[in-house]
Structures are given as structure tokens and as C-alpha cells.
């Protein structure tokens, strides 16, 4: 799951174990920095690569027992310190962090994504990180649960950007690729136009069911972790689904009708999750 995707499953926060809590806090505030660093502000795409790049040593020498943020100029020190705590209390690797500053580095220099090989890469690095670190912190580190972790967290993100469209249009990105496009007659500049043709609702659909489909090869894993953090992980995967559902009931207008959930849909989400039923139509 990135950093986006707190905006519509929060439930993590209420259900996370108490004594994870400071190092998903930790985390959290890592990869929301990092983001920043990324998009907002004036910096030049120069002078965002370069703090990128200290953020990206400071996390490899965290794991020195001398380690200092003052040794950077250009990372925040109380930040990394608090990271480096929980890195080395939970024994959490430091790859998934450097992965997440892969992405952050490829939205610095946005290319528009060709086809679904660009897709997937760029969510094995901003989306599957952070499920694998919450897994390293559940004590979850086999091959099996990482994969499946990876198949949810992907979808998360397909999500994410199936949502945010007209959001990350007007920002000049384009995660929908191209050849999904023009499969159904559309280009990105479409897009910045809005001139979309009587395809649009189909080619949404496919995306739909693209992203479900993945959500749900990785839904076993719910089963996997027992308790609050297997709840959690079911609200999420529920939180997903319903945003598709979403997608679906306006026939893919995310541009005047982006999905959100709401009160009633948490309710729904619950109730879903406690009988342990995913949707898929």
C-alpha cells in the first residue's frame, strides 16, 4: 500500500497492534517525506533527485551502530533517528525502504506509462514495500505470504490510480498506459482533454476487473494473519473492492464522480469482513 492509499483505508491506524504502532508511525513519516520531496515544493528535478539520493544513503548507513543524520545534510534528523529505532528493534530489512525511493525517484522524472510491464513495475516499488515491511513487522516472512502481499498491494495501488485519473492528469502524470488506450481508440492526450470516446466505460471496466483480480489472488493472505492484524488486513482488502464497486456503478466517470468511501460504507466494509466474503462481481 503507498502513501496515497491512506487516504482511503485509515482503518490501519485503529486496528494496527498498539506496539507497532511507532514503527508504522515511523515509516510512514519516512515514505511521506520522501513523497514530498518528490512532488511538492519548487525544487528543480535536479535538486528533488539529490535529496533523494541523501535520503537514499542515509538509509543504507542505518545500519551502522554510529550512525548519525548529521552526517546529511539534506534528511531530517529526528526523522531517520525514529526510523533507525524501529528498523533495529523489529529487525526490519532496509530494501524495502530503498525500493520505495525507486518510485519516488521515477515520479521525479514521470515517463507515461506504455503498457501494464510499466504498470507493474512501477507498484513493485511504490505499493509492494510497504506491505512487505508490514509483514516483516506481523513476524509473516515467508516466500508464500510476501507474494501474495505483493498481489495486494499492487491492486491497491492499480486502485489508487483507476480512482485518481483525473487528479494525476491534471498533474501531468498518466498511469493509465498507453496500449491500454489505444486498444479502445484514446492516447494520454485524450485525457487532458477529456475528449473521450463511447469506449471509455468498457476500457474502465477492463481496468476494474484488472486490479480485482489481483486483489484477490492476494486475498488468502488475510487468513494467514490471525487477530487485529488479520481484520485490518480484511478491511483493507474489503476497502479496495469497494472502491471498484464504485468505479463500476458510475461506468468508469471518475472525472466528475471520483469514489470515496464514506460512513455507510465503513459499516458495509465491517460486516463484510467479519464474515470473510469478498465480492467480486
Same mark, same amino acid.
Given at each position: ?46 535538486? /528533488?533527485?539529490?535529496? !533523494?539520493? &541523501?535520503?537514499?544513503? @542515509?538509509?543504507?548507513? %542505518?545500519?551502522?551502530? +554510529? ?104 498533474? /501531468?502524470?498518466?498511469? !493509465?498506459? &498507453?496500449?491500454?488506450? @489505444?486498444?479502445?481508440? %484514446?492516447?494520454?492526450? +485524450? ?91
Amino acid at each position: 500500500m503507498s502513501v496515497d492509499h491512506y487516504e482511503n483505508f485509515p482503518v490501519a491506524s485503529i486496528l494496527l497492534p498498539r506496539h507497532l504502532r511507532s514503527a508504522v508511525t515511523a515509516i510512514y513519516a519516512f515514505a511521506r517525506r520522501a513523497d514530498d520531496i518528490a512532488d511538492e515544493g519548487q525544487a528543480s528535478a535536479l535538486e /528533488r533527485l539529490t535529496q !533523494l539520493d &541523501a535520503f537514499d544513503q @542515509a538509509v543504507v548507513r %542505518m545500519q551502522d551502530s +554510529d550512525f548519525s543524520a548529521t552526517h546529511f545534510d539534506d534528511v531530517p534528523q529526528l526523522l531517520f533517528l525514529a526510523l533507525q529505532r524501529e528498523m533495529q528493534l523489529h529487525q526490519l530489512p532496509i530494501t524495502p525502504l530503498r525500493d520505495l525511493l525507486v518510485a519516488f525517484r521515477q515520479d521525479v522524472q514521470h515517463r507515461p506509462f506504455q503498457n501494464d510491464t510499466d504498470l507493474l513495475d512501477y507498484c513493485r516499488y511504490s505499493a509492494n514495500p510497504v506491505g512487505r515491511l508490514l509483514l516483516h513487522l506481523y513476524r509473516v516472512t515467508d516466500a508464500s505470504s510476501l507474494q501474495l502481499s505483493d498481489h495486494i498491494c499492487s491492486a491497491l495501488q492499480l486502485i489508487n490510480f483507476w480512482q485518481d485519473i483525473a487528479i494525476d492528469t491534471e498533474r /501531468r502524470r498518466y498511469y !493509465l498506459p &498507453a496500449d491500454r488506450l @489505444a486498444a479502445h481508440g %484514446m492516447t494520454h492526450a +485524450d485525457l487532458d482533454t477529456r475528449q473521450l470516446n463511447q469506449h471509455w466505460p468498457r476500457l474502465m471496466q477492463e481496468n476494474t476487473a484488472f486490479a480485482r483480480k489481483i486483489l484477490l489472488a492476494g486475498a488468502p493472505l488475510c487468513s494467514r494473519l490471525h487477530g487485529r492484524p488479520g481484520l485490518e488486513l480484511r478491511m483493507i482488502v474489503q476497502g479496495g473492492l469497494r472502491i471498484l464497486e464504485k468505479i463500476d456503478a458510475v461506468a468508469g466517470d471518475v472525472f466528475d464522480h471520483r469514489p470515496t468511501l464514506n460512513k455507510k460504507d465503513w459499516a458495509l466494509l465491517a460486516w463484510r469482513s467479519v464474515r470473510n466474503k469478498y465480492y467480486d462481481t
